[in-house]
């Protein structure tokens, strides 16, 4: 599979990742986002070439700017400062999972500032409560659960201190026709069962697994229905009880969807998680409500939405990053017969996961 980086670049300036693109044309006005630049950060890890060290190094500068003294990171970066008005709990579990990812590299100074980055987040990290930043988190841990040391002991209880959050909100959501860990299903919904699927490959807990394969399952009957992926939409997300909204579907969500059957795969060598991964995929090429593609070949972007008449032309960084992310993923899947992981490029991928 050959992986376009042209609009990656293009989205790309000393700064960081732009967030919102003008149609194909990057938005200088709309800033820089941790989410975005932690993203970035972990496709850029994953890449391979002469230009892979410079925008992991743009990209990890900007993180570092970000996190402020007490370990957590401002979101959003506009007319040369960092301001508050849109920090979330799910930017610092991003943050943290990118740099956890970036611990593992095989150049020092990354290894050694992402490492020294998520370390300072943790004291912050612990109290989260939002579970797809618990799970961003999580994930960040079973990713690297050797950040330290000294920490390490540490790491693992908090690391099971979190399956067991996660759990016990899918004990107190779930029903008979009802397998989820809240009573809606919004965006990013892969993370929850993903995180804990790496958790079990972590620490072999049973529970975890059970639960992850049940709320994998539950998606997978929901989401496949049609015989392609139909991501819930945003115009109102879906509340249990009602009926899964088709519009707007996110490209951010696909990917989130592709990533959690493959970390299955992984933890698990079942082959129909394989090929639900690439069927996840294959929304981004076409196999979605519209039969539309959402990639675009003459710029190498990704279009922001799936709308009820057609696509949302613009091509901003989430959109851009999630396709890439699920190209990374699914394509070291099929051409080593494993998962990838988001780790790209490390000294320790054969003994992490």
């Not at 100074?109 to 490492?115: H, I, L, P, Q």
């Not at 909204?245 to 969807?257: F, L, R």
């Amino acid at each position: 599979m050959t992986i376009d980086y042209r609009h990656l670049k293009r989205m790309t300036d000393e700064g960081g990742m732009l967030q919102f693109a003008r149609l194909n044309m990057p938005d200088t006005d709309s800033g820089y986002t941790v989410d975005d630049n932690a993203r970035a950060l972990l496709v850029a890890l994953n890449m391979e070439g002469e230009e892979r060290r410079e925008l992991v190094g743009v990209y990890m500068r900007f993180l570092d700017a970000a996190q402020q003294t007490d370990g957590r990171w401002c979101n959003w970066k506009l007319n040369g400062r960092f301001v508050t008005a849109i920090d979330s709990d799910d930017s610092q579990g991003r943050a943290f999972l990118s740099c956890c990812a970036a611990s593992l590299c095989e150049l020092q100074d990354v290894r050694e500032a992402g490492r020294r980055m998520a370390l300072r987040a943790l004291p912050a990290l612990v109290a989260l409560k939002w579970p797809r930043s618990v799970a961003y988190t999580l994930l960040g841990i079973c990713l690297n659960p050797g950040l330290s040391d000294r920490r390490s002991g540490a790491l693992a209880g908090v690391a099971r201190d979190f399956s067991n959050y996660l759990i016990g909100l899918y004990d107190r959501s779930r029903h008979r026709n009802w397998h989820w860990f809240e009573d809606d299903l919004t965006y990013c919904n892969g993370i929850l069962p993903h995180a804990l699927f790496a958790y079990y490959s972590f620490a072999q807990d049973r529970k975890a697994l059970r639960v992850a394969r049940d709320t994998l399952g539950f998606l997978t009957d929901a989401l496949f229905a049609r015989g392609y992926l139909s991501i819930v939409g945003n115009r109102g997300w879906w509340h249990r009880g009602t009926e899964i909204p088709c519009y707007d579907q996110q490209p951010v969500d696909a990917c989130s969807t592709a990533l959690a059957y493959a970390r299955a795969f992984r933890a698990t060598g079942d082959s129909q998680y394989r090929s639900l991964a690439e069927l996840a995929y294959s929304w981004y090429q076409g196999s979605n409500i519209n039969r539309i593609s959402l990639y675009d070949a003459t710029t190498g972007g990704c279009y922001d939405a799936l709308i009820p008449d057609g696509v949302n032309l613009n091509q901003g960084a989430e959109s851009l990053l999630s396709l890439l992310l699920s190209q990374q993923v699914i394509s070291g899947m099929t051409s080593t017969g494993q998962d990838t992981e988001i780790r790209g490029r490390t000294q320790e991928a054969g003994s992490q996961s």
